[in-house]
Each structure stands twice: as C-alpha cells, then as structure tokens.
C-alpha cells in the first residue's frame, strides 16, 4: 500500500503509520524529571492521549506532497478562471511576507514596536488611494464581498448622517453583476434593484433613469463589467446617480484592466474594494486568507473603520478616535501578511510595470478571444479588456453543454474557466487569461479547445463523461455543500479515535 499515486483513493494521515511510530525522537532528559502534577494541575490535565497521527518524517512528507500533487493551482498550470484574476503570484512577495520582522508580530505589540508594519500600511494605503483616485482607504476587510459589505455599511452611514437612512432603501445592481453585489446590499438591509444590461454589454442608461430617484442610496457596478467590457456611459451614469442623491460603488475586482490607465474616483465613483488577492498578487483560490481594502472620497472618511493608521512626522500610530466611524469590521488590522504581498508586488512593479501588465493583461485576454472566435459564440463582439465571455451555446444541440467542455479541459491539465457566469450569457465561458501568461500557453490553450470541439463532433461522449484522468470524477456538487462527510471514523482496530475535520473558507478567488 502506498496510497501516493494520482489516482484512486487516497488515505488520511491518520490512516498511516503504526501506534509508536515518531518522525522525531527528542534526546534523553539531562535535567531531573518534574513529575506532571507539579506542572500542570490535575484539572487542566488530559484524560485520553490525543489523537495525533503517529507517523514517519518520510510518510508525513509523502502524504502532504502526494496531496499537492493531486491539487491544481497556478504555479502548476494554466488557470484561465475568469473573474478571479488568477495571475502567477512571485515568489519574492512570499520571501518578503515571510520575514520574521513581518510574520512573527503579535496584534497586541505596542506601537512603539511595530512601527515598520504601521508604515508599510500607511504606505499601501497611499497606492491604493492614488490607484483609486480617492482620498482614504482601510486594509481591514478579508475578502472582496467584505469590502463590499463595508463599502455599503458606509453609503448607509452616510445617508443617515444627512437624515435620508430611512428613505434611501435601494441599491441598484447590473443584471451583469457579480453575485455578491447583491447580496452584500441585501446583507446590508437594502431592497435590490436590478438594472438591465444593453446589446453591448453595459448598463442600459434608459432603464437606469427610470430607476433611480429619491429611494436610491446607490448603484454598484464594476468597469470593466462581467463581460470585460469597458463601460462607455459611465460618466452619464455617475451623473444620474449622483443627481438623485445616490452614492457609486465600485467593484474593483476587475482592477486588474485598469492599473494606472484609468481610476475609479475620475469615473465618479466614491467607495471602491479591491481585491488584494486578484489584482495585487497575493495568492488565492485555496481557501484564503484575502484580502479586500476599500477607499473613499473625501465626506466619507469619517465613517471608515476602526482604527485608521496615522503618522504623525516619523511616528505612526493608530487612530480609534473617530465618532463616526461604522466601528470594527475585522479583529485587528486585517489580513496583514496579504498586504506585504501585494505591497511587495506593488513596489517591485512600480507605477510603470503596474500599467504595463494591465495593458499585457488586455492584450492577452484580446488575441485568445480571437483565436477561439471560431470556435464559439463571442458574447458580445467589442474588444475586451482582461477577459471575455464565449457562449457554448452551438455545442448544446450535440447534447455537450459548457460544464462538460470545462470538464474536458481537466484532462488536458488546463484549469477550466468560469462557467455559467455571468448569468446573462447562455452557456457562459468566462475566460481570464492574466498578463502573467506567453503567447505560447494562450496558443496550447486555443489549440486544446479546437481538439475539444473536434471531440465534441467525433465523440461527444468523450467529452460528455469527462474528466477522465484526474483523481476523481464528477462530484456531486450540491451534495458536497449541503451533506459534507468532514467525519473520520477509525476502523475498530486503530487507536485513533474521530476526529472532526474543520470545514469552511474560501472557494472560489
Ligand atoms: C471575486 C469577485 C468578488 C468577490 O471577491 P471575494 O474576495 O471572492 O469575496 C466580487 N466581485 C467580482 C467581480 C469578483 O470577481
């Protein structure tokens, strides 16, 4: 039995080993030894030996290595997920994170002794605010929905500092958005509204006029929009919005189009999440942590979180001063190793490097558009910015529909994009293909597409039971979430007893 191979079942750690085993034995004692009862007292002690794995140093390895290789992620491959940004993350932002300086600060440290970390998140802050192009941000939420959640904890506060709370019960939302827009506003207490999308893929003013009036506390959008079209009436729609007393909420997941070509605050927008963990290069998809930073225009910064990070000449320190402020919306500062990321990666890239790779980004996500243009339905025919949607709608009559071409792709080694999203295109392939990629992987990418749908026509069988070759099939999607199996009970036999493996985190980027 070994258990390490890429395909069948694969054991639990505690499935491996024998009672005894060690991976390391500790020298004999050269002090006396203190009897247990003088150390801890009899209460605190444990009755039952806890259920640790009692394995080798090789087994331990051969199982975490073995379940790596069964994993995909993008230093392995090409990981065209749309929407998620799943750029290569360098390996210096991780050097950098991993600095004792940065990795071993306890939250409680006193100020005086954490003066680097405080500068380095008042420095971020600055690049992220001139990137926005607005006046204040705060690195405390986790994730973008967080952000989003705060942005419009926000808009809330805002509103009810000029009396209108009570009235300004709506949030506007594309019908392109993604699906946290709506349910952050509903989390947040507003009725959503939904705004129709045009033939060209952007907000269809007409309907947004209809729309907008005196219940409006907002609209979300993001831009470029789901479809990776640049929105062209943006400026009108900034008008409308904020002619009725609205505030704009700008979805920066999609930053990753935009660095240093264009900023949301010049657009007319006045709170803006981006996602650290997308655009700023700090790894994502496995669980987390992320991260999700908002800024602000100027009225608003009262009502940012708690604390802010301040300096005063060479002094930083934290500020929780601030009447205003919608409180607390993370323990601590936030994730703060995702931000030595993403500010590793900012000032390795520098302003110019930063506009350079949305512009490669738009190019990349352009000339695979192209090339796959034959091969499905463009969604909507403009050019894209950093990613585009292809409809698989022709392939359905074939009786092969999108989840299966995504499925396919699993057994060419290629991570399969988003599908079914936006919710707008039939049969969606959302494909985000990042600057980080050579024009040789965008070309092997086409070309395994091309066999796909020359399988689809030979065999749709093939296509329609795949994958094939990866560790396990087809699951049971819906049944995973709602019934997750997270028990391990032991055989009879073993000593272990159950264990319970914690479930929950991140899925997507
Ligand atoms: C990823 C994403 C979000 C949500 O970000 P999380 O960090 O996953 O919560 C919101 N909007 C868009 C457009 C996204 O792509």
């Known amino acids: 039995m070994t258990g390490y191979q890429l395909k069948g079942s694969f054991p639990l750690i505690f499935e491996r080993g024998a009672p ?14 203190q009897p247990i009862e003088a150390l801890i007292p009899d209460r605190h002690q444990r009755t039952n030996p806890p259920a640790l794995p009692e394995v080798s140093e090789p087994e331990a390895v051969r199982h975490f290595v073995g379940l790596s290789r069964r994993n995909y992620g ?22 950098v994170a991993a600095l004792p300086g940065f990795a071993r600060l306890h939250p409680y440290q006193p100020e005086e002794t954490v003066q680097g970390a405080l500068e380095l998140m008042y420095n971020l802050e ?21 952000g989003e959640l705060l942005g419009l904890m926000i808009m809330r506060a805002y509103h009810e500092s000029r009396g209108e709370g009570h009235t300004r019960r709506e949030v506007l939302v594309p019908d392109s958005a993604h699906g946290t827009n709506p349910a952050s506003a509903a989390m947040c207490g507003y009725r959503v509204v939904e705004v129709q999308s045009n033939a060209r893929g952007g907000v269809d003013v007409a309907a947004l006029r209809a729309l907008v009036g005196p ?6 959008l993001t831009n470029p929009n789901t479809l990776g079209l640049f929105e062209e009436d943006i400026l009108e729609i900034a ?7 609205g505030l704009l909420y700008y979805d920066g997941a999609n930053a990753n189009a935009i660095l240093g070509i264009c900023r949301p605050g010049d657009m007319g927008f006045d709170i803006v999440h981006f996602n650290l963990h997308k ?16 800024a602000v225009r100027e009225e608003l910064v009262p009502f940012l979180p708690v604390p802010t990070v301040e300096r005063d000449g060479d002094r930083y320190y934290l500020d929780f001063d601030r009447p205003q402020s919608v409180g607390r919306i993370k323990g601590f500062y936030g994730n703060f190793g995702m931000m030595v990321r993403a500010y590793a990666y900012i000032r390795t890239m520098g302003a110019a490097g930063l506009k350079a790779a949305s512009e490669q980004a738009v190019i990349n996500a352009n000339y695979l558009m192209k090339r796959l243009a034959p091969l499905f339905d463009v969604a909507v025919d403009r050019y894209c910015k950093h990613e585009f949607v292809l409809s698989g709608r022709r392939y359905k009559r074939l009786g092969v529909r999108t989840l299966d071409i995504a499925k396919r792709l699993l057994d060419y080694g290629i991570h399969a994009p988003t599908v079914y999203f936006p919710l707008i295109v039939e049969e969606a392939l959302m494909i985000e293909p990042t600057e980080t990629e050579t024009k040789e992987t965008l070309d092997e990418f086409a070309r395994v597409m091309e066999q796909i749908v020359r399988e689809i026509e030979e065999d749709p069988d093939l296509v329609r039971n795949a994958p094939h070759e990866t560790p396990v099939r087809r699951l049971d999607e819906a049944r995973a979430a709602r019934q997750p199996d997270l028990c391990f009970c032991a055989p009879a036999s073993s000593t272990v007893g159950e264990v319970n493996a914690g479930g929950g985190g991140r899925t997507d980027g």
């Open 239 to 245: 008008r409308l919005v904020h002619d009725a007393g």
């Open 215 to 220: 219940k409006t506390a907002g609209l979300m």
């Open 74 to 95: 993008v230093d392995v491959g090409f990981y065209p997920l749309g929407s998620c940004t799943m750029k290569y993350n360098p390996k210096i932002n991780e050097e």
């Open 20 to 33: 005894g085993r060690r991976g390391y034995r500790l020298p004999p004692l050269d002090v006396p030894e």
């Open 126 to 146: 600055r690049y992220l605010c001139e990137i926005a192009g607005l006046s204040r941000a705060t690195l405390q939420p986790a994730a973008g929905a967080h």
């Open 279 to 294: 655009t700023f290069s700090t790894p994502h998809g496995g669980g987390g942590p992320g991260s999700g930073p908002i």
